[in-house]
Structure formats: C-alpha cells, structure tokens
C-alpha cells in the first residue's frame, strides 16, 4: 500500500506572531518556518503503518516555494520514502492545493492519502474534503484513530461530544486531529540518511492548473489584548466579583 502524505510549510506555532503594519497578512520574513503540526501526526501516521507492515511506500508532497524543501526533508527523516515539491511562489488557495494535489495523485497512485485537517496558517480547513471530492474518493475527516483491514479504511473521528467511526474502502482521504497520535522527533542519523532520498522538483505551472487567487485579504487584526487578572482573598470576595463585577452568577 502506497501512502500519500501532503505536508505545508507554514510560521512555526512557538513562533509569536506579528501584524504587518499595513494588516495585508503575518510577518513571516527571518522567523522559523516548520511542517504544519497537522501534518507531522499525518506523517507519523503514515511512518507507524509502514513500520507494521500495512503501507509499503510512503511519498510525501508540498507545495511552496524552494524552501519548502526543508519541510520535505523533515518529512523524509521522520520516514517518508520519497518527495515531491511543487514548486511555486505564490500564495496558493485551498481549491487550487486540491488541484495540484489531484495531478501529482494521479501521477503517483496512492491508495490513501493522510493530511492534516488544516493549516495553522489559514485555518481553512478545506482542502482534504476538497481533494476528496475532486478525487470522487471517500473521506473520512479528523481522524482520532485509523485501522487499515484488507481493502478498507475503519477511520474515529472526533465529532462534537463523542467518537464516530465509519469504514471506507480505498483509495480515501484522510485528515488528522490532534489525538491521533504523538510525533517523532527525526534522529540525527535520519536526519542525515534524509539528505541522500530521492526529492523531485515540479513546477506548480506545468500541472495545467489555476493558482489565481479568487480572494483578497480585506484585514488582518491581532486579537484584543487580554485585562490583567486579579487575586481574590476569600470565597465570599470571589462570589462578589462574579456576581457584581463580572455578572456571571
Ligand atoms: P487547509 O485546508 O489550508 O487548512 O489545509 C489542510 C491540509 O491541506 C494541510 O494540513 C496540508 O496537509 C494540506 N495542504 C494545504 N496547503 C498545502 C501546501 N501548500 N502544500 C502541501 N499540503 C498542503
């Protein structure tokens, strides 16, 4: 079984991240830049069902510009087999994520593909339901737990209050939550061994698919600065405050 990971770079989530002063977008010039946290538990994923002998072959795929060779690195030490980098340097919406990533499916013929359930950088939260249906292939998304048997998928998802699992046959897309599983950190002899696996370079424009963006981004604006807190001395203060200056109770 051959699994297709895609992974993205984005901001580094301990980074602490900044406006730019004209609100078209987030600082990003000189800070850390990391694989996506959602796609480091796909990869994980991936590397657990290859090393029980379920998934045979793992190709990881990003879509960014060069730098996002490093990101495939990571991906590559954690125990993806190969990779793929489509190369682009704009900025790429989810629809157009899906497209590119349909032509490399297409060429690689996975039958899973495991991807995050969103990127920490645009939230968007789309581009596995759009992969999915652009594929006509069956998905099951935020994934807490994931059961290959024979040709079928048996997929937990973390839905509100509770557990569903739902079985799929294959090939099916995947999309990961948090609990699904704790990520490895790449050894240094992986890491190494990494350098020496096989990376493809593709250009994002010779897959015949629209990177124009259909949206603009109107604002971007940090979060209001939270009110410092304050100490109580006593329950009968507590229950005051709630009552008469918060209004909770
Ligand atoms: P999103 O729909 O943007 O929240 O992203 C959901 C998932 O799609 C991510 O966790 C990645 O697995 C995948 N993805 C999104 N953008 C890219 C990209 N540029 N390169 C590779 N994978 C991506």
Redesign the pocket.
Known sequence: MKIL?????VLDANVAVRVKSDGTGVELANLKMSM?P??EI?VEEAVKLKEAGVASEIVA????PAQ?QDTLRTALAMGADTAVL?RTDET?E?LA??K??RAIIEQQNPDLVI?????????????????AALLGWPQATFASKVVIDGGKAIVTREVDGGLETLEMALPAVI??DLRLNTPRYASLPNVMKAKKKPLEEVDAASLGVSLAPTLKVVSTARPADRKPGSKVGSVAELVDKLKNEARVI
């Open positions: 990971v895609p992974v993205k770079r996506n959602f796609d796909a795929v990003s879509i960014g996002a489509v790429v989810p994520v899906a590119l990533l991807m995050g359930k969103q990127a920490i950088d645009d939230d968007s939260n789309q581009t596995a339901q759009m992969l999309s990961t």
